[in-house]
T-cell receptor, first 115, second 114 residues
Framework: NAGVTQTPKFQVLKTGQSMTLQCAQD?????MSWYRQDPGMGLRLIHYSVGAGITDQGEVPNGYNVSRSTTEDFPLRLLSAAPSQTSVYFCASSFGDGLVLRQQYFGPGTRLTVT | AQTVTQSQPEMSVQEAETVTLSCTYDTSESDYYLFWYKQPPSRQMILVIR??????QNATENRFSVNFQKAAKSFSLKISDSQLGDAAMYFC???????????FGAGTRLTVKP
């Protein structure tokens, strides 16, 4: 299994540009999430999905869109990039049934810089 | 909303010695999960240890163990026989049992001195 993969690893955008961060997992996980990591603030949840066709907002959703058309993929879209979105972005996935301990598996991260 | 606090931005330990990283959290829930993640310079998030709130027994994984105090809402990580490869950022995390809402602390940077 490849686990959770993210592309690209690095990206530089100009203010106002749009782009999509890709995330894929091959573990048949129901749950997928996007986090951003800023210095001194730990990880904060942006959006998450409990299955194909179902998404919901996390702690910091503004400026980001998501969709989940398949179990494997969960792309994150920035429609109009702003310097405040400069961060490291992590995708994560996990099983989500009942009381099973839901360990999240993280991707390697994407470092995004908006100038 | 749940909050997770790591009060030690940086910690240092001598190789082969023991170090304890602190974590406290605030919640009104009775069932939840707690995690410690390690983030080396590669930025990959690696699960170190996990604890279910309904279990009274503290979790242990080789050289890593936790001291889970549910009433005090405390979840500290003890690393025994510290190794150079343990040097990393360590994040404490809280997850509700019935949803995907996961909250992280700000992290503790651990340095291991040879």
């Amino acid at each position: 299994n490849a686990g959770v993969t993210q592309t690209p690893k690095f990206q530089v955008l100009k203010t106002g540009q749009s782009m999509t961060l890709q995330c894929a997992q091959d573990m048949n996980h129901e749950y997928m999430s996007w986090y951003r990591q800023d210095p001194g603030m730990g990880l904060r949840l942006i959006h998450y999905s409990v299955g194909a066709g179902i998404t919901d907002q996390g702690e910091v959703p503004n400026g980001y869109n998501v969709s989940r058309s398949t179990t494997e993929d969960f792309p994150l879209r920035l429609l109009s990039a702003a310097p405040s979105q400069t961060s490291v972005y992590f995708c994560a996935s996990s099983f989500g049934d009942g009381l099973v301990l839901r360990q999240q598996y993280f991707g390697p991260g994407t470092r995004l810089t908006v100038t | 909303a749940q909050t997770v606090t790591q009060s030690q931005p940086e910690m240092s330990v001598q190789e082969a010695e023991t170090v304890t990283l602190s974590c406290t959290y605030d919640t009104s829930e009775s069932d939840y999960y707690l995690f410690w993640y390690k983030q080396p310079p590669s930025r990959q998030m690696i699960l170190v240890i996990r604890q279910e709130a309904y279990k009274q027994q503290n979790a242990t994984e080789n050289r890593f163990s936790v001291n889970f105090q549910k009433a005090a809402k405390s979840f500290s990580l003890k690393i025994s026989d510290s190794q150079l490869g343990d040097a990393a950022m360590y994040f404490c995390a809280y997850r509700s049992w019935d949803n995907n809402d996961m909250r992280f602390g700000a992290g503790t940077r651990l340095t291991v001195k040879p």
